[in-house]
Each structure stands twice: as structure tokens, then as C-alpha cells.
């Protein structure tokens, strides 16, 4: 499975972003998928995860009733609402596709590149 992120940009502190990862093939409904961030100078950390059917969320505390993680797989996307968005927020994001609703970079198989947040003070 081939992921594509895109969104990513630069934005005020309080300001929102919505991140989209599209799928490169129809069993995209197969895979529970996850958004993973890297800020400079520290590990890849957890953000969000969404179940087969999108029916189970779960997220970070950190960013927990701040960003919305939801899936079409009817077009193979999954998306990332960022809603008051802070400093620390600011990181490269990366989507993923897992055949288990995992947290741990070793559960997820398929990997986006990374799109870009900086969020401004």
C-alpha cells in the first residue's frame, strides 16, 4: 500500500489544518490507519489511530479534543482535523496503515513521507 500525505503548512498558533493520506489501492478498508509525528530533535511519537470502519478512535493525550482523526473508504483517505493548534504542535506528520489497531510504530506496515506543520507563536 502506497500512502500519499498532504496538508501540511504553516499556521498561527489557535489555527487549524486538516492533514489527508490517500490510499494507492482498494484494500485501503483492510487496514486500521494511523497519523505519527516527529518533531526536530526527538522521537516519532503516537497521535491519532482509526479502526477498520472508523467506528473506534483513539488519540494521544496531548492532543486529545484538539484534533479529529476519520477515514473514507469509499476514496481510500484518511484525515487529520487540527483544531487549536500550539507550538509544540509543530513536526513533520506521517500516516500509516496497520493490519492491527496498534499505537507502536511496529504494528504499522505502510508508511506516507511526511508533510510538514509548523505552527507559529
Known amino acids: 500500500v502506497q500512502l500519499q500525505a498532504s496538508g501540511g503548512g504553516l499556521v498561527q498558533a489557535g489555527g487549524s489544518l486538516r492533514l489527508s493520506c490517500a490510499a494507492s489501492?482498494?484494500?485501503?478498508?483492510?487496514?486500521?490507519m494511523g497519523w505519527f509525528r516527529q518533531a526536530p530533535g526527538k522521537e516519532r511519537e503516537f497521535v491519532a489511530k482509526?479502526?477498520?470502519?472508523?467506528?473506534?478512535?483513539y488519540y494521544a493525550d496531548s492532543v486529545k479534543g484538539r484534533f479529529t482523526i476519520s477515514r473514507d473508504n469509499a476514496k481510500g483517505t484518511v484525515y487529520l482535523q487540527m483544531n487549536s493548534l500550539k507550538p509544540e504542535d509543530t513536526a513533520v506528520y506521517y500516516c500509516?496503515?496497520?493490519?492491527?489497531?496498534?499505537?507502536?510504530?511496529?504494528?504499522?506496515?505502510?508508511w506516507g513521507q511526511g508533510t510538514q506543520v509548523t505552527v507559529s507563536s
Open positions: 482509526i479502526s477498520l470502519s472508523g467506528g473506534t478512535t
Open positions: 489501492e482498494r484494500t485501503f478498508s483492510r487496514y486500521h
Open positions: 500509516a496503515a496497520a493490519p492491527v489497531f496498534g499505537s507502536r510504530e511496529g504494528d504499522y506496515d505502510y
